[in-house]
């Protein structure tokens, strides 16, 4: 099993930044890729961003340029940076780790971003 805990949500204004951080704890060996997805209300879940094992990064189009994925392989914890954020940007943003080997995903609770004036 795997625990992942996310933190850094909050109100921004528009322009404003945030980083979020996700804690990973547990079978962590078994993951493979981790990101995060975000969700607004009304809408279906998105991906956002993800990290794999080697290295490679992957954003959507909506936030390339603006938002950074990375991780502490020694902290066990994965980050995402998020800058010149939008109204549009607001949402719950969940991180996820996916182990390749296994099929199996794990979710963390999810945090609010809100994008406001």
């Known amino acids: 099993q795997v625990q992942l805990v996310e933190s850094g949500g909050g109100l921004v204004q528009p322009g404003g930044s945030l980083r979020l951080s996700c804690a990973a704890s547990?079978?962590?060996?078994?993951?493979?890729?981790l990101g995060w997805y975000r969700q607004a209300p009304g809408k279906q879940r998105e991906l956002v961003a993800t990290i794999i094992s080697g290295g490679r990064i992957n954003y959507a189009d909506s936030v390339k340029g603006r938002f950074t994925i990375s991780r502490d392989n020694a902290k066990y914890t994965v980050y995402l940076q998020m800058n010149s954020l939008k109204p549009e940007d607001t949402a719950v943003y969940y991180c996820?780790?996916?182990?390749?080997?296994?099929?199996?995903?794990?979710w963390g609770q999810g945090t609010q971003v809100t994008v406001s004036s």
């Open positions: 996820f780790g996916y182990g390749m080997g296994s099929g199996n995903d794990y």
């Open positions: 547990g079978s962590i060996f078994s993951i493979n890729v």
